[in-house]
């Protein structure tokens, strides 16, 4: 069966240029002042914090066990660990000690996340020496997390390495988490596909739909960000694991509120932070390696800039 791709409007949404995607008024700044206030007290003075988007430099092992005494504050987190396979930014471990690893910095997001939040968790795949080529991550740490397991959502990014002795690998995996699996937010309504009319169900016998267009369902066709001569997405920058906006867009519409409080422990180049910003929540982004705080730092910036031009019909990509 063809999955069909889902389209972000001009790539990002058009809420990433429009005006007010940061709600006006006291209640996004109080939300920022408050919790730029509370990551200070224990977590020392960030990298960079400006209008709402908050990044450390380092460990975030070391920043989240220094908050966990803290009252907690984060209402959503959305990352994508290293995935211990050799790329220029991991340091290997031996498979234990990577489950050991992830399953420490699991339990402290569990620690800083409130009552009601969710925790969105992107693996991929890794060599387990001895016992498989391309072993899945989910199911090694499925259940290493002290969070509720709602269900695993299939990134199917349609294009990727061509092999000749297995089939070529064309998905990663989401896995959803909540705190409280009784009392958590989805809004599905946030990211049904309004293009799609499907016929749901049957009113004096005939098909009628939705007209709040299709449940996305848990297989997102969303390209990757490629790069390479005439193949470079427009949105990519100098990161190697870098996901595509159009994937945390729905992420954070449908887990969270306006003026909620968005955490990237492993931020690399501040996906997750552009998409929270865009869509007027606070972002608190962790990242071990200053040269991608730098480039977060960049991106955002030039983020705000073409919002502020967005009369000239330019976009964030445009040079």
């Not at 460990?59 to 504050?73: H, Q």
């Not at 790329?87 to 000690?97: D, M």
């Not at 199917?156 to 896995?175: D, F, I, M, S």
């Not at 009784?182 to 016929?199: A, G, S």
């Amino acid at each position: 069966m063809r999955i069909k791709a889902h389209k972000p409007t001009n790539i990002v949404p058009d809420s990433f240029l429009g005006s007010g995607v940061v709600q006006k008024g006291k209640s996004f700044l109080d939300t920022f002042e408050e919790t730029l206030s509370v990551l200070e007290q224990h977590m020392g003075i960030p990298y960079y914090a400006e209008r709402g988007f908050i990044l450390y430099h380092g460990s975030c092992t070391d920043l989240l066990e220094s908050l966990s005494c803290s009252t907690p504050l984060v209402d959503l987190v959305i990352t994508s660990p290293p995935y211990n396979i050799g790329k220029e930014y991991e340091k290997c471990l031996e498979i234990n000690e990577y489950i050991d690893w992830c399953t420490s910095w699991m339990r402290m997001i569990y620690e800083v996340s409130k009552a009601q939040s969710t925790f969105w968790l992107n693996l991929g795949y890794l060599e387990v020496p001895d016992d498989g080529l391309c072993v899945p991550i989910p199911y090694l740490l499925w259940n290493k997390s002290p969070f509720y397991m709602i269900q695993e959502l299939v990134w199917n990014y349609g294009a990727g390495v061509q092999t000749k002795k297995r089939l070529c690998p064309r998905n990663e995996k989401w896995l959803f988490y909540v705190k409280d699996r009784h009392n958590y937010t989805f809004h599905l309504d946030e990211i049904r596909d309004k293009n799609v009319m499907y016929p749901n169900q049957k009113k004096n016998g005939k098909l009628r739909n939705n007209p709040n267009g299709k449940n996305p369902s848990d297989v997102w066709a969303i390209p990757k960000v490629t790069s390479g001569s005439n193949r470079c997405s427009r949105e990519r920058v100098e990161h190697p694991a870098q996901f595509p906006l159009a994937v945390v867009e729905r992420l954070v519409k449908v887990s969270s509120n306006p003026n909620e409080v968005v955490l990237d422990p492993f931020s690399g180049s501040s996906t997750t932070g552009i998409a929270a910003h865009a869509f007027g929540r606070v972002f608190v982004g962790i990242e071990v390696e200053k040269k991608y705080c730098d480039l977060s730092i960049t991106r955002f910036e030039k983020y705000l800039k073409y919002r502020s031009d967005r009369d000239q019909n330019k976009t964030i990509f445009d040079e």
